[in-house]
């Protein structure tokens, strides 16, 4: 009896390791990751800020890759919801940053259009060119 039940775990087993894939099934392709790369000026006590769009929901990645003179500036990031002129910030979404190559910004967004800004958090001396990138679905 005892072996009839180690042979039957066995086919049950062995059955279960050879369930294969449908083949025949469609494939759902990877969502494409969109990166839009910004560039501008930020006057002392300035601010910039860019759209864009996001088409599906997913995470989203803020980088600020140049900022000069001088290299070491430290700029606030931001993204928010655009409203006339201004991108309103959405909470907790905002930074201080020195350029880098690590996002120094991220999160989850839904599809909608957003907006990026870059602004001085008060140690500019004179106005400052940058260079951001957003990476989103």
Request: contains cysteine.
């Amino acid at each position: 009896m005892k072996r009839l039940l180690s042979i039957g775990v066995a086919v049950v087993l062995t059955a279960a390791a050879c369930k294969g894939t449908d083949s025949s099934a469609p494939t759902t392709p990877a969502p494409t990751t969109t990166t839009n790369t910004f560039t501008g000026t930020v006057a002392v006590g300035g601010r910039a800020m860019h759209n864009f769009t996001v088409a599906q929901p997913g995470q989203v990645s803020v980088t600020l890759t140049a900022a000069s003179p001088p290299s070491s500036v430290i700029l606030g990031l931001g993204i928010g919801i655009p409203s006339d002129s201004t991108c309103a910030l959405l909470p907790g979404a905002s930074a201080m940053a020195s350029a880098g190559s690590s996002a120094q910004l991220t999160g989850v967004l839904t599809p909608a259009t957003f907006c990026v800004t870059v602004y001085d958090v008060g140690n500019q001396t004179a106005t400052v060119s940058y260079t951001v990138t957003v990476a989103h679905l």
